[in-house]
Every structure is written in structure tokens, then in C-alpha cells.
């Protein structure tokens, strides 16, 4: 059993940087995805790091802007916004998958936190 918490969503400004933290609670060190949705869409993948921080991976939408990183020790993951858009504005979620899988699609995600509500005002 695995439990996700995010938390660091926030009314901000247009512009402004902002940290979202994923608290990853179980016995191992799991590969992580950061997803957003927006009311009436599809859970929309935004970013990928795998279990030893090694490897990375973002959406085109939100390439050089966005950065995801981990601290094991603390089981956290990071991602971290800069330049926020309106456009930003979604519910942001953080999910477990593997190494190997598609970290692309929601389906290859095996455990889901509740959301953190980021809104982006213009």
C-alpha cells in the first residue's frame, strides 16, 4: 500500500514560481509522475522522474518550465513552476508507476494522491 499526499497549490499570479511536494508514503522508493486536470478534461501528463532521480521527462506544454526532482531520504518529490500561466490552473496530482512503464499514460499509474488545487490568475 502506497499513500500520496500533495500539497504547496495556491491562488498565484501570473509570473510567479511555485512548489508543489509529493510525500510519498510506503516501504520502497517508487518512480513518480506529476499529472494536472482540469474540470471536464482528461488527467493531462505534465512530468517523470524515475526512482533514482536519474531520469526525467516533461510534456512539451511545459518544457523549461517546470522542473521535478526527489529527495529520497525525506521521500518527497518535487515540481517546481516558474513563469505561471493562467493556463497552469488545474488540480495537480502525483502518481506511482515504474521505471519502465509508460509514465505518459494515467493507466500505468498504481497509486494516486488527492490533488492540489493550483489556480493562476492573469
Known amino acids: 500500500q502506497v499513500t500520496l499526499v ?3 497549490g495556491r491562488l498565484a499570479q501570473a509570473g ?3 512548489r508543489l511536494s509529493c510525500s510519498v508514503i510506503g516501504r520502497s522508493i517508487y518512480a513518480i509522475s ?3 486536470q482540469t474540470p ?3 488527467r493531462e501528463f505534465v512530468a517523470f522522474i524515475s526512482r533514482d532521480g536519474g531520469t526525467t521527462d516533461y510534456a512539451d506544454s511545459v518544457n523549461g518550465r517546470f522542473s521535478i526532482s526527489r ?3 525525506k521521500k518527497m518529490v518535487f515540481l517546481d513552476i516558474r513563469s505561471l500561466k493562467p493556463e497552469d490552473t488545474a ?3 502525483c502518481g506511482v508507476t515504474s521505471d519502465i512503464s509508460d509514465h505518459r499514460i494515467p493507466f500505468e499509474h498504481t497509486y494516486w494522491g488527492p490533488g492540489t488545487q493550483v489556480t493562476v490568475s492573469a
Open 91 to 93: 488540480v495537480y496530482f
Open 34 to 36: 506529476w499529472f494536472r
Open 71 to 73: 529527495e529520497n531520504a
Open 40 to 42: 471536464g478534461k482528461e
Open 6 to 8: 500533495e500539497s504547496g
Open 16 to 18: 510567479e514560481s511555485l
